[in-house]
């Protein structure tokens, strides 16, 4: 059997030696596509430039989005989503350094595209492989962590059972403490839970296979014991972690930070902060441009449409509540007659009304009233992707009898988002539509972004609760 702490010794050179793949991964896909393109490896100088240049933005950029650390506490989706952010910024910043040296033209836009496939193509295989390989080898014991947990809460009976469902992340928790093991399960996960020695520097010293961790799952009322443990453990060379009793706490996006060298609990905050913030808007005025230009002909159609049904202007405007609790004006095509609501005021949009114009309850149930709000994104005052945003009036009614409710607004309005294209629009449940927001702003990636746009073209524009 292979020594448990095999990979650990050379992590460094492993490391090394993937840093130098990426690099020739991207310069490969590059020669590949050039070859494609023109039926020769001899790049001109021209590409031979971009090439160059791609080689230490790819370094650069793969470190700056934290590539190379461990993978034992991250899931295979979310490192398969850093990876792609981080060969879209790279092939963003070669397009803009293209654009600002004003040597685009010199370059072959079907090169460039295969370039990007082909790069993330060897790239997400070779880490694929990668991590299959390493998850094998965690799964047989091979290269593992050993774990020995102290204290019984609620926290720590759902993290153990995680774990021990989950052995290719290479965590083993093989002994579970706690100071009334008689109060508590016999057993989780097929573990004895035993009662706390009085030293445990000596159980330490004892154990003939080693621990490699020590993760303290103590509740928070119990500060002063996790004190005393800790207190033991001063003079151990041993990674020891906290498990933090969050269960039942309705946090949103909460992280660990650093502020003015304290650690700080980020209870409730925004994903879109530093590199999420810029990818957001890259991706929001990029495809916004695009789709207003090919969309072009059939906005001119809705509008002269609009404007025959009744009279009136061709769109409507309304105040929304969008990011961090401002309003904007938002944008749609007009639907009803200027005067619908003179009477009744803001009201719900219900099944079986007839405000609406022929021509604009078309556009409701096809949702080619909302065409207008990618203006709204090149505002900057949307994004395509979020929590829809709500009227005033309804806001405030809405944040007194729903728990979290103001949470929506921690990111963007958008033109979709995952409540809509699972169904969660119209007169249908506010509760369950916040819940799909909430995980939405939780799970936020470029790559969940692009798979809600995909699901929109297939289930957002004709919906039964589209009216």
């Known amino acids: 059997m292979l020594p448990r702490g095999l990979l650990k ?3 460094q050179l492993v490391i090394f030696l993937l840093r130098c793949f990426d690099v020739c991964a991207v310069l490969a896909a590059g020669l590949a596509a050039y070859f494609y393109k023109f039926g020769s490896f001899s790049p001109s100088n021209h590409y031979l430039s971009a090439l160059i240049l791609a080689a230490p933005l790819t370094a ?3 470190q700056f989005f934290e590539l190379y650390g461990s993978t034992r506490t991250k899931s295979f989706w979310s490192y398969i989503s850093g990876l792609i952010q981080a060969l879209f910024v790279a092939f963003m910043l070669l397009a803009g350094a293209a654009f600002i040296t004003k040597t685009g033209e010199t370059y072959s836009r079907e ?3 295969w370039w990007g496939l082909l790069a993330a ?9 990668l991590l299959l390989f390493l998850r094998i080898m965690r799964l047989y014991g091979w290269n593992e962590r050993r774990i020995l947990v102290i204290g019984v809460s609620e926290v720590g009976i759902k993290l153990i059972e995680t774990v021990q469902q989950s052995l290719w992340t290479g965590f083993r928790v093989v002994t579970i403490f706690d100071d009334m093991p008689e109060t508590k399960p016999q057993a989780i996960g097929g573990i004895p839970v035993s009662k706390t020695p009085d030293n445990i520097p000596d159980y330490l010293a004892s154990t003939p296979h080693g621990i490699d961790e020590i993760w303290l799952a103590y509740p928070l009322r119990e500060e002063a014991r996790a004190k005393e443990v800790l207190y033991q453990l001063r003079h151990q060379a041993i990674t020891i972690r906290f498990a933090l009793d969050l269960l039942g706490l309705n946090f949103t996006h909460y992280s660990i930070a650093e502020l003015a060298g304290f650690p700080i609990l980020n209870i409730c905050t925004t994903p879109m902060v530093g590199m999420n913030r810029l990818l957001k808007a890259i991706e929001d005025r990029l495809l916004a441009s695009l789709i207003l230009l090919t969309i072009s002909p059939l906005f001119l159609l809705i509008a002269i449409a609009v404007k025959m049904s009744s009279p009136g202007p061709i769109f409507y405007r309304q105040k929304r509540v969008g990011w961090n609790g401002t309003e904007f004006e938002m944008l749609k095509f007009r639907t009803m007659p200027v005067d619908a609501e003179s009477k009744t005021g803001p009201v719900w949009a219900k099944p079986g009304e007839m405000r609406a114009t022929k021509v604009g309850a078309f556009l409701r149930r096809t949702s080619l009233d909302e065409l207008p709000q990618f203006i709204n994104v090149l505002r900057g005052d949307m994004s395509i992707v979020g929590p829809r945003p709500e009227r005033l009036f309804f806001v405030e009614q809405f944040k007194e009898e729903i728990p979290r409710y103001m949470q929506k607004h ?6 979709t988002g995952w409540a809509q294209v699972n169904g969660w629009r ?3 449940s506010l509760e ?5 927001d909430l995980f939405y702003i939780e799970n936020w990636s470029l790559l969940f972004d692009l798979k809600i746009i995909f699901l929109t073209i297939f289930r957002g524009f004709m919906s039964k609760n589209a009216y």
């Open 432 to 436: 369950k539509r916040i819940e799909y």
């Open 426 to 428: 119209g007169n249908t």
């Open 410 to 415: 921690l990111v963007k309005a958008g033109i």
């Open 9 to 11: 010794e050379y992590f």
């Open 121 to 129: 193509f060897f790239l997400v295989s070779c880490r694929i492989c």
């Open 111 to 113: 090169w460039f595209g």
């Open 60 to 62: 650069i950029v793969f």
